[in-house]
């Protein structure tokens, strides 16, 4: 299986201040297309985890263009600029270049 | 707009079997995408199960194959997670999500609410 492992954010995050969660996988998730296999959600209190980018830097419909995502095909960042409350839940990232599928640990982000 | 909902009882005892519907609505499972489980643990680790494809194949993470089963009603839009001998450490939330996608990328993209269960004498 495909380890992932997040690293943890310096909580809580002033409003307004920028965020980065990190993510690393076990194996590169860079596909012979040239796409990188990754996935970022947020899970907010009470709800499911939503979709925010795929292919490591794509934004999906309807997420704001203060979700960022970048990497290499084993290190990955989400950047969060001008955290908001609304932002304020657990992020996981995600691999999908192989099954089974597999989330990293999770990275709580609190708002101060 | 597709929604999936989770049912079934909320606390098993050790060694039973626990049993999950998920009903969809807004798009048929026979249509196209994969139908799967995932639970989350206390303490928010994230596990694939398995799922079921519009065509009815089914494929299990390896550290449950033995003990899971997937299945489901076309006729009512369902479908179904049973987990069999369970143990405390099946204490989870469960949500059923649909992973979409297109071009070669795949995504949960709906999911549903969660149904928590405890496993506990």
């Known amino acids: 299986d495909i380890v992932m492992t997040q690293g943890a954010l310096p909580n809580p995050v002033p409003s307004g201040e920028s965020a980065s969660i990190t993510c690393q996988s076990s194996?590169?998730?860079?596909?012979?297309?040239?796409?990188?296999?990754l996935n970022w959600y947020l899970q907010r209190p009470g709800q499911s985890p939503q979709l925010l980018i795929y292919?490591?830097?794509t934004r999906a419909s309807g997420v704001s263009d203060r979700f960022s995502g970048s990497g290499s095909g084993t290190d990955f960042t989400l950047k969060i600029s001008s955290v908001e409350a609304e932002d304020v839940g657990v992020y996981y990232c995600q691999q999908f270049l192989e099954y089974p599928r597999t989330f990293g640990g999770g990275t709580k982000l609190e708002l101060k | 707009e597709v929604q999936l909902q989770e049912s079934g009882p909320g606390l098993v005892k050790p060694s039973q079997s626990l049993s999950l519907t998920c009903s969809v609505t807004g798009y048929s499972i026979t249509s196209s995408y994969r139908w799967n489980w995932i639970r989350k643990f206390p303490g928010n680790k994230l596990e694939w199960m398995g799922y079921i494809n519009s065509a009815g194949s089914t494929n299990y993470n390896p550290s449950l194959k033995s003990r899971i089963s997937i299945t489901r009603d076309t006729s009512k839009n369902q479908f179904f997670l049973q987990v069999n001998s369970v143990t405390t450490e099946d204490t989870a939330t469960y949500y059923c999500?649909?992973?979409?996608?297109?071009?070669?990328?795949?995504?949960?993209?709906?999911w549903g609410q969660g149904v928590m269960v405890t496993v506990s004498s």
């Open positions: 194996k590169s998730l860079l596909h012979s297309n040239g796409k990188t296999y």
């Open positions: 999500a649909r992973e979409g996608g297109s071009r070669g990328t795949y995504y949960f993209d709906y």
């Open positions: 292919w490591m830097s």
